[in-house]
């Protein structure tokens, strides 16, 4: 168990539909990321914030937003799905904001459009 | 091409067996070199990371860096049924500095008792 906790952990929705992954991280770690894992494009790092603030940007689409609370949990937001956006998202918290530092990851959320 | 490439397998080896994972990458502004294990069903786990060119072991895993070929590797000696995961190779660079971290897709391996 790395300590980071993700819900829901499976989503079903249609497409056009919007949803909201949550993620809450070690205690005491200041950053989190989100991935998204696809059988066909491997893991992709989307986004990271570090205390509150948005760190760092990857192949995050424009349908989707993440944001950082003041209790340091975390919430992807994904808006007009598609049936490609089927896939693992994980959530990653370090202590610091570097990304050689250790990233613990969650266990997932499987989101299925259907 | 892909900024990192790695074989998918599946690998499959007998227990005790010496296995080589492998990726290679393009750009070479990459500078840390991380392996990743992630088991089913489980978010990835960081196993070992490098900085520079060399081997470096930890245990029965070493990693392997040629800066020269643009390839990483890394070994698991006397493979044991509790290996069998899907390894992931990770890269970073800095750029215009942001950082960029980019996975490989991932080499899935058995190591059968």
């Known amino acids: 168990d790395s300590g980071v906790t993700q819900t829901p952990k499976h989503l079903i929705t249609a497409t056009g539909q919007r949803v909201t992954l949550r993620c809450s991280p070690r205690?005491?770690?200041?950053?989190v990321y989100w991935y998204q894992q696809s059988l066909d494009q491997g893991l992709q790092f989307l986004i990271q914030?570090?205390?509150?603030?948005?760190?760092a940007k990857g192949n995050i689409l424009e349908r989707f937003s993440a944001q950082q609370f003041p209790d340091l949990h975390s919430e992807l937001n994904l808006s007009s799905l598609e049936l490609g956006d089927s896939a693992l998202y994980f959530c990653?918290?370090?202590?610091?904001?570097?990304?050689?530092?250790?990233?613990?990851f969650g266990p997932g959320t499987r989101l299925t459009v259907l | 091409q892909k900024e990192v490439e790695q074989d998918p397998g599946p690998l499959s080896v007998p227990e005790g067996a010496i296995v080589s994972l492998n990726c290679t990458y393009s750009n070479s502004a990459f500078q840390y070199f991380m392996w990743y294990r992630q088991y089913s069903r489980k978010g990835p786990e960081l196993l070992m990371y490098t900085y520079s060119s060399g081997n470096k072991e930890d245990g029965r895993f070493t990693a392997q860096v040629d800066k020269s070929s643009k390839y990483i590797s890394l070994f698991i000696r006397d493979s044991q049924p509790s290996d069998s995961a899907t390894y992931l190779c990770a890269m970073m660079a800095t750029q215009g500095g942001s950082e960029k971290l980019v996975f490989g897709k991932g080499t899935k391996l058995t190591v059968n008792p």
């Open positions: 914030y570090y205390n509150g603030e948005e760190r």
């Open positions: 205690s005491g770690d200041l950053s």
């Open positions: 990653a918290s370090s202590y610091a904001s570097g990304s050689t530092d250790t990233q613990y």
